[in-house]
């Protein structure tokens, strides 16, 4: 059986961490995309594991993280908001979140790890809709961190992700690999 080339290392460091936990401790002002076509600006101030709770000027709100699709730094705001672009079939699906890890449309973590690598640009659609562009720079257990066109970073939670596809339109989605074998090996797999 073949190893792909430095995962284990990238995720017995990776894999783990909390771009919540992240937030937390710089007290970033960030723009969160909720769930419900929401948004909420603020700093996270404190955390449950399935809540977090966010400073802004209406005061502190109660979040729950699964209620997240998204997040960026607020000076971003006005750039990003004409980056993400809208899938209007998905959109059309009403769809909302995932509670139950085993429903949720899942990206393989040796998927994700030769995209960092390759740096090849792909596409995220979200559950409301919402399209991501950018390569992939990092993921964890719980999301995916991208650079958009300009530089501009994003955070996308990995529970909100509806689909994945590259440039030409090939699907990244585990369930789809899994029936149509168009898996391609990486070059980074000894």
């Given amino acids: 059986m073949s190893q792909l080339q430095g995962f284990s290392d990238y995720k017995k460091e990776h894999y783990e961490f909390s771009c919540f936990n ?16 929401k948004s909420l600006t ?48 998905v959109k059309t699906l009403a769809l909302g979140p995932i509670h139950a890890p085993a429903h949720r449309y899942f990206i393989k973590n040796k998927t994700l790890y030769p995209l960092i ?7 995220l659609t979200l559950l409301e809709g919402e399209v991501v562009k950018g390569l992939v720079e990092n993921f964890s257990r ?3 961190e991208m650079r958009m066109k300009g530089g501009v970073a994003i955070t996308v939670l ?17 369930s789809f ?8 090996r990486s070059e980074l797999f000894a």
């Fill in 177 to 184: 690999q899994k029936q149509a074998r168009d898996w391609q």
């Fill in 158 to 174: 990995r529970h909100a992700v509806y689909d994945m596809r590259d440039k030409k339109g090939r699907c990244y989605l585990k």
């Fill in 42 to 89: 603020g700093s996270i101030t404190r955390q449950t594991p399935y809540d977090i709770y966010v400073g802004g000027e209406e005061g502190e709100t109660l979040v729950p993280k699964v209620e997240v699709k998204c997040h960026f730094p607020a000076s971003s705001d006005e750039v990003l908001t004409k980056l993400i672009k809208m899938d209007k079939k």
């Fill in 142 to 144: 719980y999301d995916i």
């Fill in 22 to 37: 992240a937030l937390e401790t710089s007290g970033e002002p960030t723009r969160f995309l909720l769930h419900g076509g």
């Fill in 117 to 123: 690598k390759e740096r090849q640009v792909m596409i």
